[in-house]
């Protein structure tokens, strides 16, 4: 799906971004990983370059995506080691930040939840259309661009004891769904993931964390012995939203666990017209009532 196509992944090192490094290299993809700890992006590289095809590229920069300054190094990097292209980011990054009872909460660690989670994949995904508008205006090509971004865990409903990051996510919906109503003209696509839940190191802090976590404890005891959410075949979504099989669909949260995606794209024209898989207010003549 993805033969040639020049991606960033951030947080790529491990876990979930290191599962859609790897999915991207079995589909063609030549990748840009990035993280905190190099060492480990090192490690990471190593191994995605043993099973990259002859010609493929999988290159690293350590950036921390709350730094706009390391952001804009990241993509300064890539669209050197590229030869000046680059065709998808996927915005993997982030942290699950503070857990308990919002009150109670460090204030200084639920901002950096939101610097990291929402903001800083707000300025990837600034940064990256910037540079897909300026390549669509310089070869005229019109081909096809693709923001990826990872959303989950409270977008959709309340997570009690989760607020830094429920808040963060949900952000992340909407700011897809603002971008690809402003970036659709330029041929550039938006949409996010929501990959289910997975047995990453956010699961283990979820259980170190005990009651301060409520429900939600028990619900991943449950999921650790179960082994969680398939991390390659939210991967897999991935790769065909950042590919052009995946043409048309644009600013929509995607479950890879409930949402049937591997039929999407004979839906793409359906979804133009709805507002299926986005955010939205439900109001009472949704539910039957008359309100009025």
């Known amino acids: 799906m993805l033969n040639g196509r020049k991606t960033i992944i951030t947080g790529g090192d491990r876990g979930f971004g290191f599962a859609i490094a790897l999915e991207f290299v079995k589909q063609g993809a030549d990748i840009c990983i990035c993280s905190r700890n190099e060492e480990a992006l090192a490690e990471a590289a190593a191994r ?3 099973l990259a095809g002859s010609g493929q590229r999988v290159i690293y920069k350590k950036a921390d995506i709350a730094d706009t ?9 890539a669209l050197s080691e590229f030869g000046g292209g680059l065709d998808a980011v996927v915005n993997n990054a982030g942290i699950q930040g ?4 919002f009150e109670e909460n460090d204030w200084d660690e639920v901002l950096q939840v939101i610097r990291v989670n929402l903001l800083g994949t ?12 300026e390549a669509v205006k310089k070869d005229g090509s019109g081909k096809d661009k693709s923001i990826v971004n990872i959303s989950g865990g409270g977008a959709t409903g309340a997570r009690p004891y989760f607020m830094g990051y429920a808040v963060a996510k949900t952000g992340v ?6 971008a690809a109503a402003e970036a659709a003209e330029f041929g550039i696509r938006v949409n996010a993931i929501a990959p289910g839940a997975m047995n990453t190191r956010m699961l283990e802090e979820i259980l170190g964390a005990g009651e301060k976590a409520g429900g939600e404890y028990g619900k991943s005891l449950k999921q650790k012995e179960n082994g969680g959410a398939s991390m390659e075949k939210a991967a897999r979504l ?9 043409s048309g669909i644009t600013g929509r949260l995607i479950s890879a666990v409930w949402d049937r995606w591997d039929q999407l794209e ?8 709805s507002d299926i898989y986005t955010l939205r ?12």
């Open 48 to 50: 995605l370059s043993d």
């Open 69 to 77: 300054a390391d952001t804009d190094s990241l993509f300064a990097f």
């Open 98 to 101: 503070p857990i308990g009872r």
């Open 122 to 133: 707000m300025y990837s995904i600034r940064k990256a259309i910037s540079v897909f508008k």
């Open 173 to 178: 919906v909407r700011a897809t769904e603002t």
């Open 238 to 246: 991935a790769a065909f939203l950042a590919s052009e099989e995946a």
């Open 266 to 273: 004979s839906h793409a024209e359906e979804l133009k017209e």
């Open 281 to 292: 207010r439900i109001i009472p003549s949704d539910r039957g009532f008359n309100w009025d």
